[in-house]
């Protein structure tokens, strides 16, 4: 830890000089988590608070992490990868999902940066996960890398020739939109129906579970008296146990995954794939590779490769640091 001789912003070449490290934090839908960053290692014990509603209590959540980290650490900015759809040139939120109401339209890095004096870069979640991976795994040089969060929900980034491809209006690489079912079964927090997060997340493994409930009994398997309030944690949990019901829930969840896998793998043709959230744990990499593998034509199949993420559960908050860094970085080229 650097201490800090009290709350200020030092100069940019100081920044550099000195290799200061960069805050970290990622807003989901239900908690805000924050970490101090430097060379890829979380230094700092992170903090989480829950997301609290509305987007001036979000905003004031944030500032308070900042100013608390800053007690004890010299920062030389703030990266915020969140939910939703970012200008990172201005810092605004340009739209956002059922996950975070009422943030749609916020000048997030204005607001923060005029209450902390500090830089600060905003990005869309996953693009900061996947860009973090990238760094991490030495393979920000290649043409086309693409990183995939599964938590509640799935997030994609494209990162190509170490940038993060943002489309024509920054709303480019939502892959957990892809739709995957035609049979409107599952409707999204997005507004429309069965979209690949409502399969190949945590809330989807979930859902496909309780489709295998009905008629079993608890003698059968232990999922069968918590249908209404079933969780990720208890579906791995009982089929670490060898609970049939949740193991096969588990295997459809990878069927589920691997399909919208491979249509990335088609329609980007990219160097890898890196999976990266708090669900990446519950992955059989092996399992996957077999099933994305099964559904691609032979030119693409024989080209497949997907890892698991080197940062874990801190890709967004890492990825999200450097983010910061490398723009103050380019500002005093």
């Given at each position: 830890?650097?201490?800090?001789?009290?709350?200020?912003?030092?100069?940019?070449?100081?920044?550099?000089?000195?290799?200061?490290?960069?805050?970290?934090i990622d807003l989901g839908g239900t908690k805000l988590s924050a970490a101090v960053v430097q060379?890829?290692?979380?230094?700092?014990?992170?903090?989480?608070?829950?997301?609290?509603?509305?987007?001036?209590?979000?905003?004031?959540?944030?500032?308070?992490?900042?100013?608390?980290?800053?007690?004890?650490?010299?920062?030389?900015?703030?990266?915020?990868?969140?939910?939703?759809?970012?200008?990172?040139?201005?810092?605004?939120?340009?739209?956002?999902?059922?996950?975070?109401?009422?943030?749609?339209?916020?000048?997030?890095?204005?607001?923060?940066?005029?209450?902390?004096?500090?830089?600060?870069?905003?990005?869309?979640?996953?693009?900061?996960?996947?860009?973090?991976?990238?760094?991490?795994?030495?393979?920000?040089?290649?043409?086309?890398?693409?990183?995939?969060?599964?938590?509640?929900?799935?997030?994609?980034?494209?990162?190509?020739?170490?940038?993060?491809?943002?489309?024509?209006?920054?709303?480019?690489?939502?892959?957990?939109?892809?739709?995957?079912?035609?049979?409107?079964?599952?409707?999204?927090?997005?507004?429309?129906?069965?979209?690949?997060?409502?399969?190949?997340?945590?809330?989807?493994?979930?859902?496909?579970?309780?489709?295998?409930?009905?008629?079993?009994?608890?003698?059968?398997?232990?999922?069968?008296?918590?249908?209404?309030?079933?969780?990720?944690?208890?579906?791995?949990?009982?089929?670490?146990?060898?609970?049939?019901?949740?193991?096969?829930?588990?295997?459809?969840?990878?069927?589920?995954?691997?399909?919208?896998?491979?249509?990335?793998?088609?329609?980007?043709?990219?160097?890898?794939?890196?999976?990266?959230?708090?669900?990446?744990?519950?992955?059989?990499?092996?399992?996957?590779?077999?099933?994305?593998?099964?559904?691609?034509?032979?030119r693409y199949a024989e080209n497949v490769k997907i890892f698991h993420s080197q940062l874990g559960?801190?890709?967004?908050?890492?990825?999200?640091?450097?983010?910061?860094?490398?723009?103050?970085?380019?500002?005093?080229?």
């Amino acid at each position: 830890m650097i201490p800090a001789e009290g709350v200020g912003t030092p100069s940019l070449d100081s920044m550099l000089k000195n290799k200061l490290p960069a805050l970290g934090i990622d807003l989901g839908g239900t908690k805000l988590s924050a970490a101090v960053v430097q060379d890829f290692k979380v230094i700092s014990e992170p903090r989480t608070v829950p997301t609290p509603h509305g987007s001036e209590n979000i905003v004031s959540a944030i500032v308070e992490l900042i100013q608390a980290f800053q007690k004890d650490h010299v920062l030389a900015g703030a990266g915020i990868a969140t939910a939703g759809v970012v200008d990172p040139d201005t810092g605004n939120i340009l739209g956002s999902t059922g996950n975070l109401p009422g943030w749609s339209g916020t000048p997030l890095k204005t607001l923060i940066e005029s209450r902390t004096m500090l830089p600060i870069r905003v990005d869309n979640d996953a693009n900061a996960a996947a860009y973090g991976d990238a760094l991490a795994m030495g393979m920000a040089d290649k043409e086309c890398v693409i990183g995939v969060t599964l938590g509640t929900g799935i997030g994609t980034g494209i990162i190509i020739n170490g940038k993060v491809f943002r489309g024509s209006h920054f709303a480019a690489a939502e892959g957990g939109h892809i739709r995957v079912n035609l049979g409107n079964k599952r409707f999204c927090t997005c507004g429309l129906f069965d979209c690949w997060e409502e399969y190949g997340s945590g809330r989807g493994l979930v859902a496909t579970t309780k489709e295998l409930l009905p008629g079993v009994t608890s003698a059968q398997s232990e999922l069968a008296n918590h249908v209404e309030f079933l969780t990720t944690r208890m579906i791995t949990a009982a089929a670490d146990n060898g609970d049939i019901i949740a193991q096969k829930g588990l295997n459809i969840w990878h069927e589920h995954l691997a399909v919208g896998i491979a249509s990335l793998e088609h329609f980007m043709d990219p160097e890898c794939f890196i999976i990266s959230g708090g669900l990446s744990s519950v992955v059989n990499f092996d399992l996957l590779r077999e099933l994305v593998i099964d559904r691609c034509m032979p030119r693409y199949a024989e080209n497949v490769k997907i890892f698991h993420s080197q940062l874990g559960i801190y890709a967004g908050i890492i990825g999200a640091a450097h983010e910061v860094l490398t723009h103050i970085t380019k500002q005093t080229a």
